[in-house]
């Protein structure tokens, strides 16, 4: 379940990613496939460049005897469970609040969640020694807010408000406008999105593959993706 949950959040990313590009690309009245590439260069620098690492553990690729066989393929499960949160979700969180100015980490970060991406922010917020509010639903599992209070400790403040995630997502903005802060969105931003394709960042070097191809696979995507409309939803 949490490897589904996972590819539905990664799908999720590269949805609104790919919203972000039209709506740069119709900003400036851009009508030449030049521009695709050059945007997408911009989202595989952030990813390269992704700094992870000082909260987050390079995971194991491990052979899944199980699955391939039932697809005769030679199935592999990137192991992001083995995370200090037990999700992918620390990347993201910690590549977007690591790359605030300092005036932003001074006033702190919110962010709305009722899970693994709660607990990411909660972590890099203690160990980059800011501020964070966590605004959670009212429904959430008692053990998710204490595991988010372990993470955070001191820096940071659960706040339990509403009946469902739209509500606690309202309070959330509510408190950014009034105090100013970030919002540390869980996957609606290019820091984040960028943290999180980290996890497939050393995947060539794992499986041996062509660093090369595998670069040219992810830009042929997003052209395909952008000009066509497809829906990978």
């Not at 605030?100 to 009722?114: D, I, K, N």
């Not at 917020?125 to 993470?151: C, E, H, Y």
């Amino acid at each position: 379940r949490e490897i589904l949950y996972g590819i539905k959040a990664m799908r999720r990313s590269f949805s609104v990613s790919l919203d972000r590009v039209r709506s740069w690309r119709a900003s400036r009245s851009l009508a030449s496939p030049d521009c695709i590439p050059a945007v997408a260069s911009e989202y595989l620098v952030k990813i390269m460049n992704a700094n992870v690492y000082s909260v987050a553990h390079e995971t194991p690729l491990n052979y899944a005897p199980t699955l391939s066989a039932s697809t005769g393929n030679k199935v592999h499960l990137k192991r992001e469970d083995t995370q200090p949160c037990f999700s992918f979700k620390i990347r993201g969180a910690y590549n977007r609040i690591n790359n605030l100015s300092p005036e932003q980490r001074e006033r702190g970060v919110v962010t709305c969640s009722a899970g693994n991406h709660a607990q990411g922010v909660a972590m890099s917020a203690n160990a980059l020694g800011i501020n964070a509010t966590i605004v959670m639903p009212l429904a959430t599992p008692q053990i998710k807010v204490d595991s988010v209070r372990r993470l955070g400790g001191e820096r940071v403040e659960v706040v339990l408000h509403g009946e469902n995630f739209d509500a606690a997502s309202a309070e959330a903005n509510r408190r950014v406008e009034k105090n100013n802060q970030t919002l540390i969105h869980p996957f609606n931003d290019p820091d984040v999105i960028a943290g999180q394709v980290s996890s497939s960042s050393k995947l060539p070097y794992c499986m041996k593959i062509n660093v090369y191809v595998t670069l040219r696979c992810f830009l042929f995507l997003l052209y395909f993706t952008f000009y066509t409309g497809y829906n990978w939803s």
